[in-house]
């Protein structure tokens, strides 16, 4: 076997053990229709996350971190995660709106794993914050839209939660007008956007 092929199996071997170690301890959130929304408990809000996933097999993981509102709880300048986090799985599913029911707070996505044929590959973000999002209670939550590129290699492909608030306020409003009605609109984008503070705003 060639160093080569070596190389790409010990990657392979290790983003496998790392998505296996992931899976066995997270949770699978479930994802739902605007018309299939469950009611929220009081320390809950929905998440309203637009997904184009490229047709792939992949999935994501998320952690909840320590915080006060938005205020993250730091430890040698790094966010402190809590146990509880999510698995959301996105195989199959056509590109569109999508809402999560998540506890009150901020979280983290940590990773998204997808494969290259039979060749697993994961992508850690766990110390970028344009990949955080916070949960306001009693609120639905717009944190951006997960794309996950068609075009891909072995060793890269290109995937980004897009912050698309502008663009998409006019047609979510419009969409769920019902729903807002009874909880409102609320930017749970990891990054400052000055724009989308402002409109959600009571």
Same mark, same amino acid.
Request: no cysteine; charged share 25%.
């Given at each position: 076997?060639?160093?080569? =092929?070596?190389? *790409? ?21 479930? +994802?739902?229709?605007? @018309? ?38 730091? @430890? ?17 599913? $056509?590109?569109?709106?999508?809402? +999560?029911?998540?506890? !009150?707070?901020? &979280? ?16 850690? !973000? !766990? !110390?970028? $914050?344009? =990949? ?19 075009? *891909? ?15 998409? &306020? ?5 969409? &769920? ?6 909880? $409102? ?12 503070? +402002?409109?959600?705003?009571?």
């Amino acid at each position: 076997m060639s160093e080569t =092929w070596r190389h *790409r199996l010990m990657i392979s071997l290790t983003s496998l053990l790392l998505g296996a170690s992931t899976l066995a301890h997270a949770q699978v959130a479930e +994802l739902f229709s605007a @018309e299939a929304l469950p009611s929220l408990k009081r320390s809950q809000g929905y998440v309203l996350i637009g997904i184009d996933s490229g047709d792939t097999e992949s999935f994501l993981t998320a952690k909840r971190l320590e915080s006060k509102g938005r205020e993250l709880r730091l @430890e040698r300048g790094q966010p402190v995660e809590t146990k509880a986090g999510f698995r959301l799985d996105l195989a199959d599913r $056509p590109k569109g709106f999508y809402f +999560l029911v998540l506890r !009150t707070g901020v &979280y983290q996505i940590t990773e998204v794993s997808y494969p290259y044929f039979n060749l697993p590959f994961r992508l850690d !973000t !766990t !110390t970028r $914050p344009e =990949w955080r999002f916070f949960v306001e209670p009693g609120k639905v939550n717009y944190v951006g839209r997960l794309i996950v590129s068609r075009d *891909r290699s072995e060793n890269s492909v290109d995937v980004n939660l897009i912050n698309r608030f502008a663009a998409d &306020y006019e047609d979510v409003t419009t969409a &769920y007008a019902s729903l807002f009605q009874q909880f $409102p609109l609320a930017s749970g984008i990891g990054i400052r956007d000055d724009f989308a503070e +402002l409109v959600a705003a009571p």
